[in-house]
């Protein structure tokens, strides 16, 4: 597949057919993947390929509180999980909010669900010492996570990052036996998609590309 097109198309896919992703399929994908960098290439991830039913049920309950506030933040007008802004939304109400099936349903009804960590121990955190969030050390492992959804696309299947069930990490981790030094960066299911995106929706360079300063003119 061209490789601009994937980019342009590589939208998220939430709804599977059913269709198998063998594993012969599945360790392709992963070993193109492979080839994403890390900070000082120390190549701190692990994957976890989960299939098994009741497994995949847990991860998906671990996720419902997550996405119950990302919804009730959302109805409450607030921009979800931000650091910056408080939750504004009570727990109750959090706890009373329907469940979006959206967001739990693809860790069932793909064919595999990608357990994506990262070894702490090794991650390369320049921006540590700051007083703000954390953003370098998900560089040694995100461009992997896209790697693998671009790789799936070139192999006719399809999936979508989640991160929902890191909420509850600990009890991830402790479903899956995942060391206490690794971060669980994203569960990933994947599959063959039931419908492709034509047409992602982004803004356009001009309004995220600026000449020599923050407030230059758009390129
Ligand atoms: C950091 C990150 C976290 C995400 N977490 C979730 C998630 O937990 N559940 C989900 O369904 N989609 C999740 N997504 C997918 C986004 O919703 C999706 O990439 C975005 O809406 C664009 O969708 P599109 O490519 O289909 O236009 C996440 C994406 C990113 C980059």
Same mark, same amino acid.
């Given at each position: 597949?061209?490789?601009?097109?994937?980019?342009?198309?590589?939208?998220?896919?939430?709804?599977?057919?059913?269709?198998?992703?063998?594993?012969?399929?599945?360790?392709?994908?992963?070993?193109? %993947?492979?080839?994403?960098?890390?900070?000082?290439?120390?190549?701190?991830?692990? *994957?976890?390929?989960?299939?098994?039913?009741?497994?995949?049920?847990?991860?998906?309950?671990l996720?419902?509180?997550?996405?119950?506030?990302?919804?009730?933040?959302? %109805?409450?007008?607030?921009?979800?999980?931000?650091?910056?802004?408080?939750?504004?939304?009570?727990?109750?109400?959090?706890?009373a909010?329907?469940?979006?099936?959206?967001? &739990?349903?693809?860790?069932?009804?793909?064919?595999?669900?990608?357990?994506?960590c990262?070894?702490?121990? *090794?991650?390369?955190?320049?921006?540590?010492?700051?007083?703000?969030?954390?953003?370098?050390?998900?560089?040694? &492992?995100?461009?992997?996570v896209?790697? &693998?959804?671009?790789?799936?696309?070139?192999?006719?299947?399809?999936? *979508?990052?989640?991160?929902?069930?890191?909420?509850?990490?600990?009890? $991830? =981790?402790?479903?899956?036996?995942?060391?206490?030094q690794?971060?669980v960066?994203?569960? *990933?299911?994947?599959?063959?998609?039931?419908?492709?995106?034509? =047409?992602?929706?982004? =803004?356009? $360079?001009?309004?995220? &590309?600026?000449?020599?300063?923050?407030?230059g003119?758009?390129?």
């Amino acid at each position: 597949m061209d490789l601009y097109a994937a980019m342009r198309t590589t939208g998220a896919v939430r709804q599977f057919t059913g269709e198998p992703l063998p594993d012969d399929v599945l360790e392709r994908i992963l070993d193109n %993947a492979r080839f994403a960098p890390s900070g000082g290439n120390r190549q701190g991830i692990r *994957v976890i390929a989960v299939r098994d039913m009741t497994t995949r049920e847990a991860l998906a309950e671990l996720s419902a509180p997550g996405a119950q506030r990302y919804t009730a933040q959302i %109805a409450n007008g607030e921009s979800p999980w931000n650091p910056l802004h408080p939750c504004g939304v009570p727990e109750e109400t959090i706890a009373a909010t329907e469940v979006p099936r959206g967001m &739990v349903t693809p860790l069932l009804n793909a064919e595999v669900v990608l357990a994506i960590c990262l070894d702490l121990g *090794v991650a390369a955190a320049l921006d540590q010492d700051l007083d703000r969030i954390g953003v370098i050390s998900g560089a040694s &492992v995100y461009p992997f996570v896209w790697n &693998v959804l671009l790789a799936a696309r070139n192999e006719g299947f399809g999936g *979508v990052l989640t991160t929902m069930a890191v909420a509850r990490e600990p009890g $991830v =981790k402790a479903l899956l036996g995942i060391p206490d030094q690794y971060a669980v960066a994203a569960l *990933v299911p994947l599959g063959k998609p039931a419908k492709q995106a034509k =047409k992602l929706t982004r =803004k356009p $360079v001009a309004d995220i &590309v600026t000449r020599e300063r923050f407030d230059g003119a758009p390129l």
